[in-house]
T-cell receptor, first 112, second 113 residues
Framework: NAGVTQTPKFRVLKTGQSMTLLCAQD?????MYWYRQDPGMGLRLIHY???????AKGEVPDGYNVSRLKKQNFLLGLESAAPSQTSVYFC???????????FGPGTRLTVT | AQSVTQPDIHITVSEGASLELRCNYS??????LFWYVQSPGQGLQLLLK??????LVQGIKGFEAEFKRSQSSFNLRKPSVHWSDAAEYFCAVGGGTASKLTFGTGTRLQVTL
């Protein structure tokens, strides 16, 4: 099993550009999450999904959209990137409330 | 609202010394508690978790943590630190149907030889 994979690993965007980050998991997990990690702030939840076709807002959702059209994939979109969205983005998945979250390796995004 | 406080931003210990990383949480119901470790440039790896039962939980790499409900704490300990333990450590609390986790801001551990 590959576990949780994220594409791409690195990306540089100019302000106003758009992009989509892809998260894929091969563990048949129901729950998937997108976090951002910034120095001194830990991980903050952007959006999450409790099943195929469902999404919900987390702690810091502004400027991001998500979709979960297939159970194994969770996409994070930035429609108009801003320098404040420079961060490391982590995807995670889990099988339910009594299970740990498994994390992907992260995507380092820089917006200039 | 749930929250996690890790009061120590940075800790330095000598190799072979004991370690305790502090974690205090706020949660309205019975919490699910986790400790994750992150090496530089890597994702997060689970060290241990507490859901219920024995309040002293054992994890990987020789780590353990003790849940103290009266103190709202879940401190991480290791009797003898190895140089390879140098990393950032995150405490997290969660629960509920959506299983959302709230993370602390992390403690960076430096190990001197």
């Amino acid at each position: 099993n590959a576990g949780v994979t994220q594409t791409p690993k690195f990306r540089v965007l100019k302000t106003g550009q758009s992009m989509t980050l892809l998260c894929a998991q091969d563990m048949n997990h129901e729950y998937m999450y997108w976090y951002r990690q910034d120095p001194g702030m830990g991980l903050r939840l952007i959006h999450y999904s409790v099943g195929e076709g469902t999404t919900a807002k987390g702690e810091v959702p502004d400027g991001y959209n998500v979709s979960r059209l297939k159970k194994q994939n969770f996409l994070l979109g930035l429609e108009s990137a801003a320098p404040s969205q420079t961060s490391v983005y982590f995807c995670a998945s889990r099988n339910g409330p009594l299970y740990e979250q498994y994390f992907g390796p992260g995507t380092r995004l820089t917006v200039t | 609202a749930q929250s996690v406080t890790q009061p120590d931003i940075h800790i330095t210990v000598s190799e072979g010394a004991s370690l305790e990383l502090r974690c205090n949480y706020s949660y309205g119901a019975t919490p699910y508690l986790f400790w994750y470790v992150q090496s530089p440039g890597q994702g997060l790896q689970l060290l241990l978790k507490y859901f219920s039962g024995d309040t002293l939980v054992q994890g990987i790499k020789g780590f353990e943590a003790e849940f103290k409900r009266s103190q709202s704490s879940f401190n991480l300990r290791k009797p003898s630190v190895h140089w390879s333990d140098a990393a950032e450590y995150f405490c997290a609390v969660g629960g509920g149907t959506a299983s959302k986790l709230t993370f602390g801001t992390g403690t960076r551990l430096q190990v001197t030889l």
